[in-house]
């Protein structure tokens, strides 16, 4: 699995790189990127919105350490419909036990803020 931080501007940019190999390319045309969420607030949203509106995209999973842990992610996104995935309030949990492709990080601005969330490999 591999963990991405990006800024909104680079989303689009590592989905198509994701899934530009020939190899990824037949790995993920059957089943689609599987994708975790790890950060709800304002820039995870935007990362959620603009992964929905790619058909091979799906998500897999979300982890929010704040209010939006037990809640749907479409819900908690402002959509207006269930995704049917919760909402975790516990990422060791999560990231051990749910099969995904990629975790998008969008909790802090600034790699030390984030480092102690990624340095066990999660």
Same mark, same amino acid.
């Given at each position: ?8 501007? @680079?989303? *689009?940019?590592? =989905?198509?790189? *994701? +899934?530009?190999?020939?190899?990824? @390319?037949?790995? =993920? $045309?059957?089943?689609?990127?599987k994708i975790i969420q790890y950060g709800v607030g #304002?820039?995870?949203s935007l990362m959620v919105k603009t992964a929905l ?5 799906? =998500?897999?999973?979300?982890? $929010? %350490? ?5 809640? $749907? *992610?479409? #819900?908690?996104?402002?959509? &207006? ?10 990422? %060791? ?11 998008? &990080? #969008?909790? #802090?601005?600034? =790699?030390?803020? +984030?480092?102690? %969330?990624?340095? &066990?490999? &999660?």
């Open positions: 699995m591999k963990v991405v931080s990006v800024a909104m501007i @680079q989303l *689009l940019y590592c =989905f198509n790189n *994701l +899934i530009s190999s020939e190899e990824s @390319q037949r790995k =993920f $045309d059957m089943r689609g990127v #304002a820039m995870g509106k790619r058909t091979r995209l799906r =998500f897999v999973g979300g982890i $929010d %350490q704040g209010k939006k842990g037990g809640m $749907d *992610l479409g #819900a908690a996104m402002g959509l &207006h419909g269930k995704l049917g995935i919760s909402i975790s309030g516990e990422p %060791q949990t999560l990231l051990s036990n749910t099969d995904a492709d990629i975790v998008l &990080h #969008a909790t #802090a601005s600034f =790699f030390d803020e +984030i480092y102690p %969330q990624n340095r &066990h490999g &999660h």
